[in-house]
């Protein structure tokens, strides 16, 4: 992040890029291409020019066009080679982000801090798989990265106070508020959040209550900004029910119903809502 008021040990600006192409992958690169140019990877082709598409729709609803300019979306890894902060924003599997991660700490220089965005998965496993648990950080960031404030911050035991002062002042140069919170399954928003959004969908099932109505009672019943089955929407049915089972809470019946249809919630067109 050329520009940003944060530095590595060696004096340079920090530089930031993103392993992977979805919805998080791309808001972490766009926020960060508020302050210079962001190296962005995708698997495929075909992810790259969806992640180009992404981030150009995002950049024309905040009124930034530069931002898609300054992110460079590549399909080769070596690119991200160069940059102080390496962050992993591929699937929520444990193999898969691994994976990604050794890649990358093959290729980070000596100072480089290696990153995920799990939501759910452990910190401390992830770090050891990178190998370089003294320079590794949990970034759980929110969708929209650019909207939601808030970074859970997780550490391995072995994560040296250079890499907890460096992740702190990384936040705060993004303009976000960083909490450090504790390597447990969820952290702490998902891990109290999701068993509610469960139970909504549970009682949804048990009573035959239209989603509206149920998302309207915590709207305006409760000032919730969204209701909790548009927010599982929000969130994907699929990825809503991958945390589900690493948080040990049971997946409803309903929700395994409508992802065996396809039925993902807004990225699909249709879940416990249907979408234009």
Known sequence: MSGAPTAPPDGAPESLSVAGAGAIACGVAIVAARHGTVALWARSAASAERARRRVAAAAEKLGEPEIAERVRVVTDLDALASASWLVEAVAEDRDVKAAVLGELAQRAHDDAILATT?????????????????????????????????????????????????????????????????????????????????????????????????????????????????????????????????????????????????????????????YG
């Open 118 to 274: 799990t939501s759910s998965l452990s910190v401390g496993e992830l770090a050891h798989a990178a190998g370089v648990p003294e320079r590794f950080v949990g970034l759980h960031v929110f969708n929209p990265v650019w909207r939601m404030e808030l970074v859970e911050l997780a550490f391995a035991p072995e994560a040296s106070a250079r890499t907890r002062e460096r992740a702190h002042a990384l936040c705060a140069a993004l303009g976000k508020t960083a909490v450090d919170v504790p390597d447990t399954a969820g952290f702490v928003v998902n891990r109290l959040l999701f068993p509610y959004l469960f139970e909504a969908a549970e009682l949804a099932e048990r009573t035959g209550m239209p989603a509206a109505d149920v998302d309207r009672c915590m709207t305006l019943g409760a000032g919730h900004p969204m209701g909790p089955l548009a927010l599982l929407d929000f969130v994907g049915l699929d990825v809503s029910k991958a945390i589900g089972e690493q948080l040990g809470v049971p997946v409803p019946a309903a929700l395994e119903r409508r992802i065996a249809a396809g039925e993902l919630g807004r990225k699909s067109g249709r879940g416990f809502h249907a």
